[in-house]
């Protein structure tokens, strides 16, 4: 028996781990040398802050954000779609227009719940 694939499978493997923990240790040995006060200061443009910098940011951020890359994947899989349609006749066509129905049944839900809503 060939053992070529396997032994490829565990050079990457232990290739992997070695460069993520490399990477981590050595960033742990650099930033650990020299710590002074004013490393963790806030500083941008060179001005100062005012008041606390800590500040939290609404949900709605985070839900705009959240929606985003649901349809950016969606966009993704319908132009990969678009350049393959003459090959897949109708049965891709099908299948496509129940891809979009439950991505649009999403955005439609999102929309009701009032989520598109800038507040």
Do not use: N
Not at 14 to 28: E, H, P, Q, R, Y
Not at 89 to 109: D, N, R, S, T, W
Request: proline share 2%.
């Amino acid at each position: 028996m060939d053992h070529t694939g396997l032994l490829y499978v565990i050079g990457f493997g232990f290739a992997a781990t070695t460069f993520v923990f490399g990477t981590i240790l050595f960033s742990w040995l650099i930033t650990h040398r020299r710590r002074r006060p004013q490393k963790g200061l806030p500083y941008e443009c060179g001005i100062d802050t005012i008041g606390d910098t800590w500040s939290r940011f609404g949900l709605a951020f985070y839900l705009y954000a959240l929606l985003f890359v649901a349809f950016d994947v969606e966009i993704i899989f319908v132009y990969l779609w678009a350049i393959t349609v003459r090959a897949i006749e109708y049965q891709g066509i099908v299948l496509i227009g129940i891809f979009l129905a439950i991505l649009m049944f999403g955005e439609l839900y999102a929309w009701k719940k009032g989520d598109l809503r800038w507040q």
